[in-house]
Protein backbone atom coordinates (compact mmCIF):
# COMPACT_ATOMS: atom_id res chain seq x y z
CA UNK A 1 0.00 0.00 0.00
CA UNK A 2 1.53 3.56 -0.90
CA UNK A 3 2.47 5.86 1.99
CA UNK A 4 -0.08 8.25 1.27
CA UNK A 5 -3.01 5.89 1.55
CA UNK A 6 -1.38 4.76 4.81
CA UNK A 7 -1.23 8.18 6.11
CA UNK A 8 -5.15 8.23 5.12
CA UNK A 9 -5.88 5.58 7.04
CA UNK A 10 -3.85 6.11 10.26
CA UNK A 11 -4.63 10.23 10.42
CA UNK A 12 -8.73 9.92 11.18
CA UNK A 13 -7.46 7.53 14.13
CA UNK A 14 -5.60 10.25 15.64
CA UNK A 15 -6.59 12.64 18.38
CA UNK A 16 -5.73 16.51 17.08
CA UNK A 17 -2.51 17.20 19.41
CA UNK A 18 -1.07 13.86 17.37
CA UNK A 19 -2.14 14.59 13.81
CA UNK A 20 -0.98 18.50 14.54
CA UNK A 21 2.46 16.86 15.32
CA UNK A 22 2.36 14.58 12.20
CA UNK A 23 2.22 18.01 9.96
CA UNK A 24 5.65 18.40 11.59
CA UNK A 25 7.47 15.20 10.73
CA UNK A 26 7.30 15.99 6.50
CA UNK A 27 5.63 18.10 3.87
CA UNK A 28 4.42 15.14 2.49
CA UNK A 29 2.53 14.11 6.03
CA UNK A 30 1.87 17.98 6.79
CA UNK A 31 -0.33 18.42 3.00
CA UNK A 32 -2.25 15.60 3.72
CA UNK A 33 -2.88 16.01 7.67
CA UNK A 34 -4.09 19.62 6.13
CA UNK A 35 -6.69 17.70 4.59
CA UNK A 36 -10.20 19.26 6.05
CA UNK A 37 -11.98 15.84 6.56
CA UNK A 38 -9.22 14.92 9.39
CA UNK A 39 -9.99 17.66 11.27
CA UNK A 40 -14.12 17.68 10.52
CA UNK A 41 -13.92 14.74 12.38
CA UNK A 42 -11.87 15.71 15.27
CA UNK A 43 -14.84 18.78 15.50
CA UNK A 44 -17.89 16.32 15.41
CA UNK A 45 -15.88 14.45 17.97
CA UNK A 46 -15.54 17.49 20.69
CA UNK A 47 -18.72 20.01 19.34
CA UNK A 48 -21.01 17.61 17.46
CA UNK A 49 -23.72 20.75 16.49
CA UNK A 50 -20.73 22.71 14.96
CA UNK A 51 -20.76 20.27 12.06
CA UNK A 52 -24.70 20.33 11.20
CA UNK A 53 -24.25 23.57 9.37
CA UNK A 54 -21.50 24.22 6.63
CA UNK A 55 -18.77 26.71 7.91
CA UNK A 56 -18.17 29.75 6.03
CA UNK A 57 -16.16 29.66 2.77
CA UNK A 58 -13.08 31.69 5.15
CA UNK A 59 -13.02 29.35 7.93
CA UNK A 60 -12.25 25.66 8.19
CA UNK A 61 -12.70 22.79 10.20
CA UNK A 62 -8.84 23.04 10.96
CA UNK A 63 -8.73 26.61 12.12
CA UNK A 64 -11.92 26.30 13.82
CA UNK A 65 -9.81 23.43 16.33
CA UNK A 66 -6.89 25.30 16.29
CA UNK A 67 -8.99 28.27 17.81
CA UNK A 68 -11.07 26.59 20.18
CA UNK A 69 -9.03 24.03 21.57
CA UNK A 70 -6.33 26.34 22.52
CA UNK A 71 -5.90 25.74 26.50
CA UNK A 72 -6.09 29.71 28.01
CA UNK A 73 -2.32 30.36 29.05
CA UNK A 74 -1.62 32.19 31.72
CA UNK A 75 -1.32 35.49 31.17
CA UNK A 76 1.09 37.83 33.11
CA UNK A 77 -0.72 40.36 35.53
CA UNK A 78 0.05 43.94 34.64
CA UNK A 79 2.27 45.43 37.64
CA UNK A 80 -0.14 46.41 40.55
CA UNK A 81 -1.06 49.73 40.70
CA UNK A 82 -1.15 49.59 45.10
CA UNK A 83 2.32 48.76 47.26
CA UNK A 84 2.69 47.70 50.38
CA UNK A 85 3.75 50.61 51.29
CA UNK A 86 0.62 52.62 50.37
CA UNK A 87 -0.72 50.35 52.79
CA UNK A 88 -1.70 50.44 56.59
CA UNK A 89 -4.10 47.60 58.24
CA UNK A 90 -6.13 47.62 61.76
CA UNK A 91 -5.68 44.37 63.38
CA UNK A 92 -8.23 43.99 66.98
CA UNK A 93 -8.20 40.21 68.43
CA UNK A 94 -11.24 39.95 71.96
CA UNK A 95 -11.48 37.06 73.94
CA UNK A 96 -15.49 37.83 74.02
CA UNK A 97 -15.87 41.18 74.49
CA UNK A 98 -12.24 41.38 76.04
CA UNK A 99 -10.06 43.31 73.50
CA UNK A 100 -6.48 41.55 73.79
CA UNK A 101 -4.96 42.76 71.13
CA UNK A 102 -5.03 45.64 68.73
CA UNK A 103 -2.45 47.29 66.46
CA UNK A 104 -1.90 49.13 63.44
CA UNK A 105 0.72 47.76 60.90
CA UNK A 106 2.15 49.32 58.65
CA UNK A 107 2.03 47.51 54.95
CA UNK A 108 5.65 46.73 54.55
CA UNK A 109 5.69 45.00 58.06
CA UNK A 110 3.13 42.92 57.11
CA UNK A 111 4.65 41.26 53.71
CA UNK A 112 5.94 38.08 53.40
CA UNK A 113 9.19 37.59 54.74
CA UNK A 114 10.00 40.65 57.41
CA UNK A 115 10.29 38.36 60.23
CA UNK A 116 11.68 34.87 61.68
CA UNK A 117 9.59 32.91 63.97
CA UNK A 118 11.06 32.03 67.07
CA UNK A 119 12.73 29.19 67.71
CA UNK A 120 10.80 26.08 69.59
CA UNK A 121 7.95 25.92 67.18
CA UNK A 122 6.84 22.44 65.62
CA UNK A 123 8.47 21.21 62.32
CA UNK A 124 5.25 21.07 60.63
CA UNK A 125 4.18 24.69 61.49
CA UNK A 126 7.93 25.35 60.21
CA UNK A 127 7.70 23.50 57.14
CA UNK A 128 4.21 25.42 56.56
CA UNK A 129 5.57 28.73 57.43
CA UNK A 130 8.62 28.32 54.74
CA UNK A 131 6.32 26.90 52.06
CA UNK A 132 5.43 28.74 48.73
CA UNK A 133 2.26 30.23 49.02
CA UNK A 134 2.20 34.04 49.66
CA UNK A 135 1.43 34.33 53.33
CA UNK A 136 1.71 37.79 55.05
CA UNK A 137 3.08 37.68 58.69
CA UNK A 138 3.22 39.17 61.74
CA UNK A 139 5.00 38.90 65.18
CA UNK A 140 2.70 39.26 68.28
CA UNK A 141 4.41 41.17 70.96
CA UNK A 142 4.10 40.75 73.50
CA UNK A 143 2.53 37.05 73.11
CA UNK A 144 -1.08 36.51 74.37
CA UNK A 145 -2.72 33.34 75.85
CA UNK A 146 -6.31 32.04 74.59
CA UNK A 147 -7.95 29.45 76.87
CA UNK A 148 -9.65 26.65 74.58
CA UNK A 149 -12.66 27.32 75.97
CA UNK A 150 -12.72 31.05 75.16
CA UNK A 151 -14.33 32.54 72.14
CA UNK A 152 -11.70 34.66 69.89
CA UNK A 153 -12.75 36.92 67.24
CA UNK A 154 -10.70 39.19 64.76
CA UNK A 155 -11.44 41.74 62.40
CA UNK A 156 -8.90 43.29 59.91
CA UNK A 157 -9.30 46.64 57.77
CA UNK A 158 -6.71 48.22 56.03
CA UNK A 159 -6.27 51.95 54.97
CA UNK A 160 -4.86 52.91 51.57
CA UNK A 161 -2.48 56.48 52.28
CA UNK A 162 -2.79 57.66 48.00
CA UNK A 163 -6.86 58.00 48.69
CA UNK A 164 -7.30 57.58 52.43
CA UNK A 165 -10.28 55.23 51.79
CA UNK A 166 -10.50 51.95 54.29
CA UNK A 167 -12.29 48.69 53.17
CA UNK A 168 -12.80 45.62 55.59
CA UNK A 169 -11.09 42.44 55.08
CA UNK A 170 -12.56 40.38 57.68
CA UNK A 171 -15.25 41.82 60.10
CA UNK A 172 -14.98 40.15 63.37
CA UNK A 173 -14.71 36.65 62.31
CA UNK A 174 -14.74 33.76 65.19
CA UNK A 175 -11.32 31.35 65.43
CA UNK A 176 -13.81 28.20 65.13
CA UNK A 177 -11.17 25.39 64.24
CA UNK A 178 -8.00 25.47 66.24
CA UNK A 179 -5.71 22.91 64.51
CA UNK A 180 -3.03 21.65 66.99
CA UNK A 181 -1.35 19.30 64.54
CA UNK A 182 -0.35 21.61 63.16
CA UNK A 183 -0.61 24.89 65.95
CA UNK A 184 -2.65 26.92 63.83
CA UNK A 185 -6.32 28.41 64.74
CA UNK A 186 -8.12 29.82 61.95
CA UNK A 187 -11.34 31.87 60.98
CA UNK A 188 -12.11 33.39 57.84
CA UNK A 189 -14.36 36.24 56.12
CA UNK A 190 -15.68 36.66 52.49
CA UNK A 191 -14.08 39.52 50.94
CA UNK A 192 -16.42 42.55 49.69
CA UNK A 193 -15.60 43.73 46.17
CA UNK A 194 -16.36 47.10 44.53
CA UNK A 195 -19.23 47.13 42.40
CA UNK A 196 -17.02 48.13 39.37
CA UNK A 197 -16.18 44.15 39.73
CA UNK A 198 -19.74 42.31 39.69
CA UNK A 199 -18.25 38.84 39.05
CA UNK A 200 -15.89 38.58 41.80
CA UNK A 201 -17.23 36.68 44.58
CA UNK A 202 -16.26 34.06 46.99
CA UNK A 203 -12.74 35.10 47.56
CA UNK A 204 -12.32 34.29 51.28
CA UNK A 205 -9.49 35.94 53.22
CA UNK A 206 -7.76 33.42 55.64
CA UNK A 207 -6.21 34.49 59.20
CA UNK A 208 -4.36 32.50 61.52
CA UNK A 209 -3.19 32.18 64.95
CA UNK A 210 0.43 30.84 64.90
CA UNK A 211 0.66 29.44 68.56
CA UNK A 212 2.56 27.48 70.89
CA UNK A 213 1.10 25.40 73.80
CA UNK A 214 1.36 26.58 77.47
CA UNK A 215 0.58 25.06 80.59
CA UNK A 216 -1.32 21.45 81.25
CA UNK A 217 -4.73 22.81 80.66
CA UNK A 218 -4.24 23.68 77.01
CA UNK A 219 -3.78 26.95 76.37
CA UNK A 220 -2.59 28.42 73.49
CA UNK A 221 0.46 30.55 73.43
CA UNK A 222 -0.06 32.95 70.29
CA UNK A 223 3.62 34.20 68.87
CA UNK A 224 2.25 35.09 65.33
CA UNK A 225 -0.61 36.05 62.93
CA UNK A 226 -0.74 35.04 59.38
CA UNK A 227 -2.92 35.88 56.65
CA UNK A 228 -3.80 35.02 53.06
CA UNK A 229 -5.57 34.67 49.84
CA UNK A 230 -4.65 31.51 48.82
CA UNK A 231 -8.51 31.03 47.17
CA UNK A 232 -7.29 33.42 44.13
CA UNK A 233 -4.09 35.66 44.96
CA UNK A 234 -0.28 33.78 45.16
CA UNK A 235 1.89 36.02 44.89
CA UNK A 236 2.48 39.76 45.86
CA UNK A 237 1.41 41.15 42.96
CA UNK A 238 -1.86 39.57 43.06
CA UNK A 239 -2.23 39.86 46.68
CA UNK A 240 -1.87 43.85 45.66
CA UNK A 241 -4.69 43.53 42.65
CA UNK A 242 -7.31 41.73 44.72
CA UNK A 243 -6.96 44.14 47.79
CA UNK A 244 -6.98 47.33 44.87
CA UNK A 245 -10.62 45.79 43.67
CA UNK A 246 -11.30 45.81 47.53
CA UNK A 247 -15.25 48.05 47.78
CA UNK A 248 -13.27 51.18 49.64
CA UNK A 249 -15.30 53.86 51.62
Known sequence: ?????VLKAVFPLLEGIDLASCMLVAKQ????????????????KRWPSICKRPPPPSVTYFKLYQTFYKRPQRRAL??????FSDLEFYIDIWTQERLIFSEVVPGPVLQRGTWIPPPGICDVLRFHLEGPEYKMTLPVE????????QNVSISVLVARRDSNKVACI???SVFEYIDRTAYRALAYDYLDFSPCYPFVSGIRAWISLLFMDHGSEGDIDVFGIEMDFCDAANSEEEVLWLLDMLDWK
Do not use: G, H, T
Not at 1 to 5: G, L, S, T, V
Not at 36 to 44: G, Q, R, S, V
Not at 78 to 83: D, G, K, T, Y
Open 1 to 5: MPCEE
Open 29 to 44: WREIARDDYFWKCLCA
Open 78 to 83: LPPRLS
Open 142 to 149: PRFSVLPS
Open 170 to 172: INK
